[in-house]
């Protein structure tokens, strides 16, 4: 469903992403793990379309992403930072969007809007942070995307709300088998969700592969002990 292929981008002289290649299967949950600066935010803006490879390709169902609206039309992102139109609230955004992507719910959205107990009249910018992500979230799982990206999207929920997320999105995988994207620095957050991981450093990828084989090898190893490992150091 998503496929990397040797990606390459430059900021400067500096390579962010270095040769990067990624497979993630329909229906996965696939985490994306890595220490701050290994180019995780930038191979998702890649997948989003923000951002041209300077080399290499970046795929979703066979189609290149950047520029592609077909893509992001069944593409739901939850940004690392968020952003929302100024004066815009979720009765807004659920009219802007619901004319915009074709597979909208409104059932989605009262439901949803009821269990996360928001006011859909209230400017979405004067939102607390969490409540900004709640309705990234929220918007973003109301156009049934058939891939959800998430830019470490665990920093602001609280564990009540990060258990309504993940039942959302899971539910989500089992009924029409999304797939999911979602990137953190902290592998053990992440247990329990993803099935695959990808461990990044440096703008490359480390490791592929399902998370129990990882965790075969990794079992209480830190992120670092666990780079170590996989580049061939003796424990
Ligand atoms: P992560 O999300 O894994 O923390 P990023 O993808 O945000 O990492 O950043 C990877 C590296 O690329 C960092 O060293 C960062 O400083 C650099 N970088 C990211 N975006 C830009 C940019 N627009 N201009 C210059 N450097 C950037
Ligand atoms: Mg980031």
Redesign the pocket.
């Known amino acids: 469903m998503i496929r990397v292929n040797d990606l390459e981008k430059s ?2 002289e ?1 390579k ?1 992403l270095n040769g990067l290649s990624l497979h993630v299967d329909k229906g996965a949950v696939y985490g994306l793990i ?10 998702i803006k890649h997948l989003t379309g923000v951002m041209k490879p300077d080399k290499g390709s970046c795929e979703i169902n066979g189609m290149p992403v950047y520029d592609n609206i077909d893509v992001k039309l069944m593409t739901g992102y939850v940004p ?1 930072e968020l952003y929302f139109f100024g004066n815009y609230s979720l009765k807004a955004m659920r009219s802007y969007l619901k004319a915009l992507y074709p597979a909208w719910s409104d059932e989605r959205y009262r439901t949803m809007l009821a269990d996360f107990g928001l006011n859909e009249n209230g400017r979405i910018s004067r939102f607390s942070k969490g409540m900004q992500k709640q309705s990234a979230f929220l918007l973003a799982l109301c156009t049934r995307p058939d891939v959800m990206i998430l ?2 999207p665990i920093d602001g929920l609280d564990p009540i709300m990060r258990k309504k997320v993940w039942g959302y999105l899971l539910g989500d995988v089992a009924d029409r088998q999304m797939t999911v994207l979602i ?1 953190s ?1 902290n592998l053990r957050e992440l247990e329990g969700i993803c099935d695959c991981v990808g461990i ?1 450093s440096q ?1 490359k990828l480390l490791f592929e592969g399902r998370l129990d084989e990882l965790k075969g090898k990794a079992k209480d190893m830190s992120l670092e002990e666990l780079f170590f490992y996989e580049m061939g150091g003796e424990l």
């Open positions: 900021f400067g500096f962010a890595g220490p701050n600066g290994s180019g995780k935010t930038t191979l690392d830019d470490e990137s620095h990044l703008g």
